[in-house]
């Protein structure tokens, strides 16, 4: 059973509001970075530094500009494996005929 709204997103009827929305919050955000009185207008205590919020992250270059941490991985040791030994299995030949009551009708 498929719920309505699941149909509507895999369609785009939701896709674009949301993705509108998200870009309009992107550009709040870079906005109030960008000047700090309106950042002071919306947080009382925006000038002090011990202030923390998506702003001063953005601000910093945390947000936008992180670059990866690079990870290393140890290197494996050397894998010793033996040749293969060749085993022969003797399989005694059968035959492959139907038996009597089991064979197709004749004409």
Same mark, same amino acid.
């Given at each position: 059973?498929?719920?309505?709204?699941?149909?509507?997103f895999? +369609?785009? @009827?939701?896709?674009?509001p949301?993705?509108?929305l998200l870009l309009?919050?992107?550009?709040n955000l870079?906005?109030l %970075?960008?000047l700090?009185?309106?950042?002071?207008?919306?947080h %009382?205590?925006?000038?002090?530094?011990?202030? &923390?919020?998506?702003?001063? %992250?953005?601000e910093q270059g945390k947000?936008?500009?992180?670059a990866p941490t690079?990870?290393? @991985? *140890? %290197?494996? &040791?050397? =894998?010793e494996?033996?040749? *293969?030994?060749?085993?022969?299995a003797? =399989?005694?030949?059968?035959? +492959?005929?139907? @038996?009597p009551?089991?064979a197709?009708?004749t004409?």
């Amino acid at each position: 059973m498929k719920l309505g709204w699941t149909i509507c997103f895999r +369609h785009g @009827a939701i896709k674009r509001p949301v993705a509108g929305l998200l870009l309009l919050l992107w550009l709040n955000l870079l906005a109030l %970075a960008a000047l700090p009185r309106l950042h002071t207008h919306v947080h %009382a205590d925006a000038a002090s530094p011990a202030h &923390q919020c998506a702003v001063t %992250a953005v601000e910093q270059g945390k947000f936008v500009f992180h670059a990866p941490t690079p990870v290393f @991985a *140890a %290197a494996a &040791q050397a =894998i010793e494996l033996e040749p *293969a030994r060749l085993v022969s299995a003797s =399989i005694p030949a059968s035959s +492959h005929r139907l @038996a009597p009551g089991r064979a197709p009708p004749t004409v």
